[in-house]
Every structure is written in C-alpha cells, then in structure tokens.
C-alpha cells in the first residue's frame, strides 16, 4: 500500500473510532440529539473509508465476502454435531481460506501514487536546499499544480490561478472550502491558496505528507491525474 494512502486511511479510522466512542457517551448520557450528530459524521467518516479501501486494493469486496464466508463456516463448525456436515463445513472452509489467499496474491497499484516516493525525495531535497521552486504538476493543460517553496525554515505550498480553475470548473467552492479546512488562506485578490508549514524539517515533511494525501485523495480524485502528474524543479547552481 502506498505510505500515503495508508496515512490518510489510519486518520479516518482513528477518526472512526473516536466518533463512536462520541456516539456510545452520549446514548448512555441520553443525549440523542448529539449522539444523532456524531452519527451522521461517522457515516461519513465510513463512507469515505469504503472509498479508500478500494482504491487501496479493486478487490477488497471481493476480500470482504469470502472474510464473512470464512466467518460464518468457522461458527458452523463450532455449532454443529454431526461428523458427515463438519467434514463438509471444514472442507468449504478450506476452499474458502485458498481462494482468500489467492485473491491476496494478485498485484495491485494506484497509479497516481507510482510518485509517491519520488515525491517524498524531491520534497526532502528541497528543505535540504539542493533543488529549489518544486512543483507538483496535477493537470499541466489547465495549468493545475502545486508549488512548494522553503526558506528560513518556512515551507509554503501554494496553490495558484484560483479564479481562473473555478471559472473553468476545475475547482469548486467545496473543495476551496475543504482547503481551508487544511490551513490555507486565500491570498492576493483570492487567487491563490497558500499555506504556511514552520518548524524542523521533520516535522515539515511529516505534515506536508498528511496535507497532499487528503488533498490527492479527498478533495480531489486521484485518478483525475493519471498519465497527467509530474514533479518539476530546478538543480541549484553551486558557487
């Protein structure tokens, strides 16, 4: 699984789980209301996990089926008394097992996510000041990228001609919306969004993981970019 998909997938489960444990206090506190609230968020939260899944992996329902069918014939078993049908259940639940196991030996791949790792490097690179004026090229025809900046130990990634993708149905007022909700403000006549990552290096990149993962993930749709993202920067000249 790619690091960053795996990421964005741990912090919706944690989210998951702190959600329910909201939902399960507030019916024992009756309050119904709240817990109908934190109920909504959480089919949400559920609802984009499912996504995750499966662009993680094409046969995950698949993989959930025949998990359920293994289940259910191992609780079979345990219950029944007749030698002739647990030979029968035993023998299907090892049929199960194997066609279980075959389904997790074919390959899979997020195509967008084949830069994964080059991307973590370039942006390494950059804070280590040996590349400068990054840029993560999303849709190169409508001039849709990412820029990454850092100096003084201030990274700032920018995302530039807001009006113009809006206009052009590129970017909607949602997704602006959601970029904010990341900690970007919309700057010079609201035409670019720019956000702001200070402290140690490490703690740059670990953040900067987190943003572009939700950004590739849940505000936009990764496969939008496929055949299309690159990495653009320039080698500086040493003196």
Known sequence: MDNRLTLVISLYEEEKIQLQKLVDNCLVETDYLL??????????VNKRL???????????????????EIGWLGKQMDAEVSDELIKYYEKKLQQAKVEFE?????????????????????????VDKSIKNVKLILKKQDRLFLAFNY??????????????????RMLYEHQIISFQNL???LIDNETRL??????????ILSSLKIILSKIVFEIFYFKE???????QFCEKVKG
Do not use: W
């Open 194 to 203: 720019c956000l702001k990552i200070a402290g140690s290096k490490e703690y």
């Open 151 to 168: 100096s003084n130990n201030l990274l700032k990634l920018t995302l530039p001609f807001v009006k113009k993708h809006m206009k052009s």
């Open 225 to 231: 970019f496929d055949n299309e993202s690159y990495i």
């Open 50 to 68: 499912l996504v995750l899944y499966f662009l993680n992996d094409p046969l995950y329902g698949e993989k959930q089926l025949i998990q359920r």
């Open 102 to 126: 075959k389904l997790n030996q074919n390959g899979k791949s997020t195509p967008f996510t084949n830069n994964g790792t080059l991307l973590d490097e370039t942006l390494a690179r950059l």
């Open 35 to 44: 817990a109908h609230y934190h109920s909504e968020a959480l089919q949400q």
């Open 183 to 185: 900690g970007f403000d």
